[in-house]
C-alpha cells in the first residue's frame, strides 16, 4: 500500500513527502548539547554571513533550515523526474527516496553548508538538462554556472563538480567551445563579485585564503558500526541493481530521454569517486543521494509484482530508522 501511494501524484501523495522526511528529522531537532551546524571549521565568507548569525545559534532554526533544504532537493529532484519523463507516469517516489537516502545518519541531517550547495547544483544542472530544447542553449549554460558559483561560495568543495555539468552538457550535445566558455563565465561571476566586495571592503587575499582552506580541508571520516557497515552495502547493492535495470532499458527510451538517463548515470559515477578521495567525507550524502533517488524509482517503477516493490521500499524505511537510531 505505500509504494501504491506514493507512486502517483495526487495531492495526499505530495503531502506525504514532508511529512515523511519530518518523521525521520525527530531527532535533529532533538539534538541538544551539540553545535547545531554539523562539521565546523573555517566556512566561506557567504555561509558566515547570511546562514550562521541566523541559524548557527540554536539547535532548532538550524534544524528547520537543514529540513526545508531537505524538502526542497527532494521535490527538486521529482520536478527533474516528471519534468523529463524519467519515470512512466507522474509520481513523488524520487522525493521520498532521496528523503530516506539522506535520514539514515544524523551528522549528515544536521546543518551543513553542502547542503544549500546541493540546491544550488541541482537547479543549475536542471537548467542544461533543458538546454537541448532550448533555442538559447548557451543562456542555459550560463546560468548553470552561475548557480553552481553561488553554491561553490557556501561550499568551495562544490567546485569540484563543474566537471559534472560540462559532462552533462557533452552527454546532451550541447557542449561546443561557446557553451563552455559561457558556463565557466557563470562559474567565475558570483567569485568576481565576491572578490569585489571584499577589494571594496575588506582585503582579496583574505577572501583567497577562505577559499582554498575550504578547498583542501579534510572533514575526517565517519566511524563505522556494524548497522551502518550492514545498511551501506545494502544501499550500494540496490543502487546497483538498479543501475543494471536502467542501462537495460536505456535503449528503448526516445533519444532525448536516453540523453538524461545518461547525465544521471554519470553523476552517480562522478560523486562516487569524489567520495573516494580524501576531501570529502559523509557530509557528501545529500550530493550522493540524487542520482541513485532516480536509479531507485526507475527500478521500482519496472518491478512486475506488488509484494517486491513493497517489500523494497519498506526495507529501506525501515533500514533507515534503524540505522538513525542506533548509529
Known sequence: ???RTLHNNSLIAFILVPFIILLFWVRVFLFEGVQPISFEGINMPLWEWLIRPVFGQSVFWAAVLSYVLAVLIAFTVNRVV???GLLSRQSV???VLFGLLVSGFLTVQRLHMVWMFTLFFLLGLERIMGAPNSSRKEVRCFDGGV???VGVLMYAKGIYLFPMLVVAMGVLRVLTFRSFIAAFLGLLLPFILSAGYFFVFSDVEEFAVYFVLNLFSNTGQLDHNLISEIYLPVVILLTLTGLVTLVRYIPRQKIITRKHF???????????ALCLTPYFSIEITPIMAIGPSIVLAFWFDKIGHKFWREFLLWLLVLGTGAVQFFL
Open 93 to 95: 517516489l524520487p522525493a
Open 262 to 272: 545518461r547525465v544521471v548515470v554519470w553523476l552517480i559515477l562522478i560523486t562516487t
Open 147 to 149: 548557480l553552481l558559483g
Open 1 to 3: 500500500m505505500l509504494y
Open 82 to 84: 516528471g519534468r523529463y
